[in-house]
């Protein structure tokens, strides 16, 4: 089992930066890919970026601009900076974790609607205009 808890998120103006973060405990040497998803108020859930243990990142053409993904393995922590946010981003972040090795494209869409693997409570990120 694995236990992930986002921190970092914050309510913010336009245009500003914030770094979320996740800390996985438990069998975290099991864990290949990793990932963060947000959801905005009555919407689907979808990928923001995700990172297999040698940290490629992966990202869906939408998110590649503004955001980044890292993980530190030594700390089992996951990482994700933004930069230029919008109220568009408002949303909760959450942080996931699979077994599997990561995949990009659709993969990334299926992971956010059927939610396998481990998932953290979420992270508020709220940006005002």
């Known amino acids: 089992q694995v236990a992930l808890v986002e921190s970092g998120g914050a309510s913010v103006q336009a245009g500003e930066s914030l770094r979320l973060s996740c800390l996985a405990s438990?069998?975290?040497?099991?864990?290949?890919?990793m990932g963060w998803f947000r959801q905005p108020l009555g919407k689907g859930r979808e990928g923001v970026a995700i990172?297999?243990?040698?940290?490629?990142?992966i990202y869906p053409d939408s998110m590649k601009d503004r955001f980044t993904i890292s993980r530190d393995n030594a700390k089992n922590t996951l990482y994700l900076q933004m930069h230029s946010l919008n109220p568009e981003d408002t949303a909760m972040y959450y942080c996931?974790?699979?077994?599997?090795?990561?995949?990009?494209?659709?993969?990334?869409?299926?992971?956010?609607?059927?939610?396998?693997?481990?998932w953290g409570q979420g992270t508020q990120v709220t940006v005002s205009s």
């Open positions: 996931s974790a699979q077994h599997a090795f990561c995949t990009g494209g659709y993969w990334i869409h299926q992971w956010a609607t059927y939610q396998p693997g481990y």
């Open positions: 438990g069998d975290t040497d099991s864990i290949h890919c």
């Open positions: 990172i297999d243990s040698n940290e490629n990142a």
